[in-house]
């Protein structure tokens, strides 16, 4: 029962474009969301997060959106660079359960010259 | 050392072995974590550590042990080797217990034959 569905695997945007990550889950009791980046043969990475009371986050070119209602979130990268290409996990929480995060299984972003 | 760190970095290992990987963090965080990374199926919890002296479960912990004797190491032991356990092993740590940033340290490539 997979709780955080990341359902493309990969994602190719010309340099320059607007990339877009989706990311949709199924617990409700979900309040805090995360994405991480990871290259390879490196650890995965912090990027940005969002919590259930707000609908969007915004950090540089990398922004995320929240919908609750559709349990859906989504990372917009703007513009996108070579440097983002890499793979892309979502993650989320129940902060009132338990401080574990689960993980999606990854989209890996090409960056297109 | 700064930050996290995994060691070895990678391992060939026969089946029936016992093995232990190394974590260690510098960051004085009270919640370590140890996940799995496969192809397809993301990074999954194998066991985790909210504080020192106490130890949980995670989504896979079968085949695995883990101690956590001081606030800097994290040991992830696999008593008796199998070729499923053949993954990237990642050790995390965040500074409390929540979900705000969980920092990974590089990874270690294991394989059971």
């Known amino acids: 029962d997979q709780q955080v569905k990341q359902n493309s695997p990969s994602l190719s945007v010309q340099e320059g474009r607007i990339s877009i990550l989706n990311c949709d889950y199924t617990?409700?009791?979900?309040?805090?969301f995360l994405w991480y980046k990871k290259y390879p043969a490196e650890g995965p990475t912090f990027l940005i997060s969002?919590?259930?009371?707000?609908d969007k986050n915004e950090d540089g070119r990398f922004t995320v959106f929240l919908n609750k209602s559709a349990k859906h979130l989504s990372l917009h990268i703007v513009p996108s660079q070579p440097g983002d290409s890499a793979v892309y996990f979502c993650?989320?929480?129940?902060?009132?359960?338990?401080?574990?995060?689960?993980f999606g299984k990854g989209t890996r972003l090409h960056i297109l010259p | 050392i700064a930050g996290i760190t995994q060691a070895p970095t990678s391992q060939i290992l026969a089946a029936g072995r016992r093995m232990t990987l190394r974590c260690t963090q510098d960051?004085?965080?009270?919640?370590m974590y140890w996940y799995r990374q496969d192809l397809g199926l993301g990074l999954r919890l194998i066991h985790y550590?909210?504080?020192?002296?106490?130890?949980g479960k995670g989504e896979v912990p079968d085949g695995y042990s883990v101690s956590r004797a001081n606030t800097d190491d994290f040991p992830l032991t696999l008593a008796s080797a199998v070729p499923s356990q053949t993954s990237v092993y990642f050790c995390?740590?965040?500074?409390?217990?929540?979900?705000?940033?969980?920092?990974f340290g590089p990874g270690t490539r294991l394989t059971v034959l």
């Open positions: 995390a740590s965040s500074p409390g217990q929540d979900t705000d940033t969980q920092y």
């Open positions: 617990n409700s009791m979900f309040d805090y």
């Open positions: 969002i919590s259930s009371i707000k």
């Open positions: 993650a989320a929480s129940d902060k009132n359960r338990d401080d574990k995060i689960i």
């Open positions: 960051m004085r965080h009270n919640a």
């Open positions: 550590s909210n504080t020192a002296g106490t130890t």
